[in-house]
């Protein structure tokens, strides 16, 4: 029984020696793979970077008119007249704080869209590349096989 199993594991040994395996497409897949990766945390720290500059500046903007409206007035209508003058200008601020913010998002998908379909094009020629070479591998493996039985 022992040399049953032995015979087995040599014959699957054999087998797979006839049949080698060439890592490389796996490494050129995981450095293609870091790559797009390494992009897309790219364009999405440069949208974080610019939303945090216009909310910054929306938050500066804001709390100076805020101060203006808390400045003490001579005459009643004039308080009246400050908390009116801030929330148009809150409106008008908020309208191009969100319109800054919609040019992000649609730089921000526009560069993902561009970087998903270069990386399905460098995909698809690494797989092009990587089954090609298999092909021909087990190719070769499959002549030499026969030979290598015929021997025995």
């Given at each position: 029984m022992a040399k049953a199993a032995n015979d087995y594991t040599k014959m699957m040994k054999d087998m797979m020696g006839a049949y080698p395996v060439d890592m490389t497409a796996?490494?050129?897949?995981?450095?293609?793979?870091?790559?797009?990766?390494?992009?897309?945390?790219?364009?999405?720290?440069?949208?974080?970077?610019?939303?945090?500059?216009?909310?910054?500046?929306?938050?500066?903007?804001?709390?100076?008119?805020?101060?203006?409206?808390?400045?003490?007035?001579?005459?009643?209508?004039d308080y009246s007249k400050a908390v009116t003058d801030f929330t148009s200008a809150q409106v008008e601020a908020s309208a191009e704080t969100m319109a800054a913010f919609a040019e992000i998002a649609k730089k921000v998908q526009m560069e993902t869209v561009e970087l998903m379909l270069a990386?399905?094009?460098?995909?698809?020629e690494d797989a092009t590349a990587a089954m090609k070479k298999a092909t021909s591998d087990v190719t070769a493996a499959a002549k030499k096989a026969p030979a290598a039985t015929n021997s025995k």
């Open positions: 796996m490494q050129d897949a995981f450095k293609t793979s870091a790559t797009f990766g390494e992009k897309l945390a790219k364009v999405a720290l440069e949208a974080a970077d610019k939303s945090t500059e216009i909310s910054t500046k929306f938050t500066k903007d804001t709390l100076a008119k805020v101060g203006d409206t808390a400045k003490a007035k001579s005459e009643p209508a990386a399905g094009k460098d995909a698809s």
